[in-house]
């Protein structure tokens, strides 16, 4: 469940609250409608689902650089199995169950920590495969409170950036800096500054010996005071399993919204009977990180989309650049300026339509396009164009490749990473 923190400074301010409300600009920028049909589940449109995926994207080469896998797992697994899981225990009263023809019972993925430990368990592992990184952006349906509902906050049917770390005791210390830097990056260049960080420590029934716990208490303790992070610590609040760390991130209007986790879980591999052989031949039982940078990826969009009031940074927005025409006759000249937008690698649409032009510049501004590429008659002769800035009335006349230099310059820093998704020109002729 998201947790919402929501300052006395923010109670004051419901004109803002509502102005950024994500349910609302979700309409407005035609991302993405929920409907009765399937309650409390998104139906992303095109822009939505191109927004989506680039953020499954920057997650996807981030951990590719770093040494994780991708895998697909099950959707449904028997009740046995999610029974010796702590799946079970967490996600009871949450849990979609089915039954076979055969009668066997089966449960619907509420989260991919069983499917990674099968995963693992498949050949044998020496200790010189771990560290062992596996990932998957799965899908995973849970039976939530109506009271934890919430537009894309709260959703039945979440996809999880979910990833589980299989790794020695001796590499656990590197291995939590290692995410730690990771998720902390993250947060950064989607524009969250401020995070605060809890570290859970062992309760009266944890598992496993005091000598495991402490290494990895202080392990996790070791990774946050060496990248300078203030965190504050929640004494036995921790789950039986291991400690864990939970990341809660500040938006633009002072709300706190926890979203990444770090669990070090000693019990998964010993009840599931996982190991490697060490280097003297032996067998031994590895640690398993669960680890989390976004949560759902649903929710993180919904919090990115309120953070920024709709006006996402240009690398990050589905639509860059819209080219709009403001005379007859220039169509030619558009086309020309769209097609050196797409081959900057920019994510373009042309704006043809044979409207007042104040009409169309305020349509795309409520859409929330971060720039406009204005062209008419004079641009045409001049090889320029006057290009507006989301929520400014001043225009600049620019060279046509001084313009694009200027664009492109900006959403280099999404070019770093391999989006899936192509730019897709939309044609705006009625």
């Not at 009263?93 to 619907?108: N, S, V």
């Not at 859970?200 to 716990?213: E, M, N, V």
């Not at 169509?331 to 044979?354: C, I, M, P, Q």
């Amino acid at each position: 469940m998201v947790r919402i923190t929501l300052p006395d400074a923010h109670l004051e301010m419901p004109e803002e609250a509502n102005s950024r409300d994500h349910r609302r600009l979700g309409r407005k920028m035609d991302l993405y409608h929920f409907q009765e049909e399937v309650p409390d589940s998104v139906f992303w449109h095109p822009k939505g689902w191109a927004l989506f995926q680039m953020i499954v994207g920057y997650v996807r080469a981030r951990q590719a650089a770093v040494g994780y896998v991708e895998v697909s797992t099950p959707d449904i697994l028997e009740r046995q199995a999610w029974d010796l899981s702590d799946c079970r225990q967490n996600y009871r009263e949450h849990m979609f169950m089915t039954k076979a023809k055969d009668d066997g019972e089966f449960a619907r993925e509420a989260e991919s920590c069983l499917g990674h430990m099968l995963i693992y368990k498949q050949g044998t592992k020496s200790y010189r495969d771990l560290p062992l990184k596996i990932a998957e952006f799965g899908k995973v349906l849970r039976q939530e409170y109506s009271d934890s509902l919430y537009g894309l906050m709260g959703v039945r049917s979440n996809t999880e950036d979910d990833a589980h770390i299989f790794c020695t005791k001796d590499q656990l210390a590197a291995e939590c800096i290692e995410i730690n830097e990771l998720i902390l990056s993250t947060y950064r260049d989607f524009g969250f500054d401020q995070v605060h960080i809890k570290l859970f420590t062992r309760p009266a029934h944890g598992i496993g010996l005091d000598t495991s716990w402490g290494h990895a208490e202080s392990s996790l303790k070791q990774a946050l005071d060496r990248l300078g992070c203030a965190y504050t610590i929640h004494q036995g609040e921790g789950s039986s399993c291991g400690p864990r760390l939970e990341y809660v991130l500040r938006d633009a209007i002072g709300r706190e919204w926890q979203c990444g986790m770090l669990q070090v879980d000693f019990n998964a591999p010993r009840k599931f009977g996982a190991f490697y052989t060490n280097a003297a031949s032996e067998q031994a039982t590895p640690v398993m990180l669960h680890r989390a940078m976004f949560g759902s990826i649903e929710r993180f969009t919904g919090i990115l989309i309120e953070h920024y009031a709709g006006k996402l940074p240009l690398w990050l927005a589905p639509i860059q650049v819209a080219v709009v025409t403001a005379a007859p006759g220039v169509n030619e000249y558009a086309e020309e300026v769209l097609k050196f937008l797409s081959a900057r690698g920019l994510r373009a649409v042309l704006d043809l339509r044979k409207m007042n032009i104040g009409y169309k510049v305020r349509e795309h501004s409520m859409r929330k396009t971060p720039v406009l590429f204005v062209v008419g008659i004079r641009e045409e002769v001049d090889r320029t164009v006057s290009m507006r800035r989301l929520d400014r009335v001043e225009t600049d006349l620019l060279d046509l490749s001084e313009a694009l230099n200027r664009v492109a310059a900006e959403a280099e820093h999404g070019r770093r990473f391999k989006w899936p998704y192509s730019p897709f020109p939309e044609l705006l002729t009625a």
